[in-house]
Antibody, heavy 120, light 110 residues
Framework: DVQLLESGGGLVQPGGSLRLSCAAS????????ISWVRQAPGMGLEWVSV????????YYADSVKGRFTISRDNSQNTLYLQMNSLRAEDTAVYYC?????????????WGQGTLVTVSS | QSALTQPASVSGSPGQSITISCTGT?????????VSWYQQHPGKAPKLMIY???NRPSGVPDRFSGSISDNTASLTISGLQPADEADYYC??????????FGGGTKLTVL
């Protein structure tokens, strides 16, 4: 079974940093782009970032550009999201999701999510 | 970029059909065949229901179908079942190499 498991969420103060991880299994990790999507409490889905299969290219939503950095370690089948200069509006459940093909087409499957709370 | 436009809510009775629309622009929905639909039950992760406008992943019932006309994509669910009650989101690739989601539609099965 293809599985994605996020970790690293928690409570952080405004202006702080946090690194999320996404451990993948059940597929050839190095052959697929992987994305982060977030969902603020009671709100809809928001695409955050995607990284290509080889890690050579990354794309970001305007709302996180310059503050968040996506990366991957294909030897460890793990995706990361380094989040700096965190704001209250970054509070959300963060999901990682495997891209179906190419870079930004569809997401399947999704992990169970990890909650990030930015508050003083 | 603004989210794609979806109705906030739709409802239907068991056995009926409903359609959820997703309106964008020629720079996203109308410009590419990369519209997807996701189902999300409360407290759960989203699940892919339709990809590339009208394709169903393995395991998704054929009661779920997708289509597109100009800048508006649609998800139709026929033979509504109580288990279909959930939030539904569309998404589309955009010309800026980003991805947009719709605001989400809450489906109520009466």
């Amino acid at each position: 079974d293809v599985q994605l498991l996020e970790s690293g969420g928690g409570l952080v103060q405004p202006g702080g940093s946090l690194r999320l991880s996404c451990a993948a299994s059940g597929f050839t990790f190095s052959k697929y782009a992987i994305s982060w999507v977030r969902q603020a409490p009671g709100m809809g889905l928001e695409w955050v970032s995607v990284i290509t299969a080889d890690g050579g290219s990354a794309y970001y939503a305007d709302s996180v550009k310059g503050r968040f950095t996506i990366s991957r370690d294909n030897s460890q089948n793990t995706l990361y999201l380094q989040m700096n200069s965190l704001r209250a509006e970054d509070t959300a459940v963060y999901y990682c999701a495997k891209v179906g093909r190419l870079v930004l087409t569809w997401f399947d499957p999704w992990g169970q999510g990890t909650l990030v709370t930015v508050s003083s | 970029q603004s989210a794609l436009t979806q109705p906030a809510s739709v409802s239907g009775s068991p056995g009926q059909s409903i359609t959820i629309s997703c309106t964008g622009t020629s720079s996203d929905v109308g410009g590419y065949n990369y519209v997807s639909w996701y189902q999300q039950h409360p407290g759960k992760a989203p699940k892919l229901m339709i990809y590339e406008v009208s394709n169903r992943p393995s395991g998704v019932p054929d009661r779920f179908s997708g289509s597109i006309s100009d800048n508006t994509a649609s998800l139709t669910i026929s033979g509504l079942q109580p288990a279909d009650e959930a939030d539904y989101y569309c998404s589309s690739y955009t010309s800026r190499d980003t991805l947009l989601f719709g605001g989400g539609t809450k489906l109520t099965v009466l």
